[in-house]
């Protein structure tokens, strides 16, 4: 059995923490800090129920208490639990699920298989300043031409992989180009590709409710 190993690196104001190969039971804590905290809204909830419908599958309560993470966390292998103090739900994800938003408080993740997968990048969280900004995870099925959504954006593979004529290890950071280039992996996996766009709440949230829907995301009483 492999195992457990973390990846770290750092690129200009960016650094990564990617937690691989965790045994089932494995726990790391996030409760970084925020310069600003631009909460869920009504109105951003108007905005599901026009895109989604009058759905009873959003728990609109839970929503409302969250705000924008500078950081953005997936979850690349494995289902995982999250659990914050003074709440009394906890919330389950599969691989492939990803957040921009979290809640007050120290939050405990918890890997529910073995050999899971937890990559977090974003603004350094000792800088002076902490914006929020823009971010997207691409899905690449081990051998795709790839073109970022931003020139000169960063890039974050969650395995192994070629872009373009440069070898890049799982977790390392790099800048885009313009231009298509060919991604290959080892494996499927996921680009991760963090702008210097401001941060969009309305794509964030309908980003999250889409992976309540396809149940990437749950929530569950304790």
């Known amino acids: 059995m492999r195992n457990e190993y973390t990846v ?13 190969g965790c045994h089932q039971g494995f726990k790391f ?21 026009d895109t989604f419908g009058d759905t009873d599958a959003f728990p ?17 292998h494995g289902v995982w639990m999250s659990e914050t103090a003074k709440y009394p739900q906890y919330l389950r994800y599969r691989a492939g699920a990803n957040l921009s938003f979290r809640v007050s408080g120290i939050t405990r993740f918890t890997s529910l298989t073995e050999n899971s997968g937890a990559l977090c990048v974003g603004i350094d ?17 081990k051998n795709t031409h790839f073109s970022p959504m931003y ?28 231009e298509p280039y060919r991604v290959i992996m080892e494996r499927k996996g996921y680009l991760i590709e963090y702008t210097e766009e401001p941060f969009t709440m309305e794509e964030a949230v309908l980003n999250y409710a889409g992976q309540w829907l396809t149940k990437h995301i749950e929530v569950f009483d304790r």
Do not use: M
């Open 8 to 20: 770290t690196d750092q690129l200009d104001h960016l650094t990564v923490l990617y937690h691989k």
């Open 125 to 141: 969280p000792d800088a002076k300043k902490i914006p929020c900004f823009r971010r997207f995870v691409h899905v690449i099925d």
């Open 60 to 76: 609109i309560d839970f929503l409302l208490r969250f705000y924008a993470h500078s950081r953005c966390l997936v979850f690349t």
């Open 151 to 178: 020139a000169d954006s960063y890039l974050i593979p969650t395995e192994n992989c070629v872009y373009g004529n440069k070898e890049l290890a799982e977790g390392s950071v790099t800048r885009s180009h313009y």
């Open 29 to 49: 804590f996030g409760d970084d800090p925020e310069e600003h905290k631009e909460y869920i809204k009504d109105e951003h909830i108007q905005l599901l129920k």
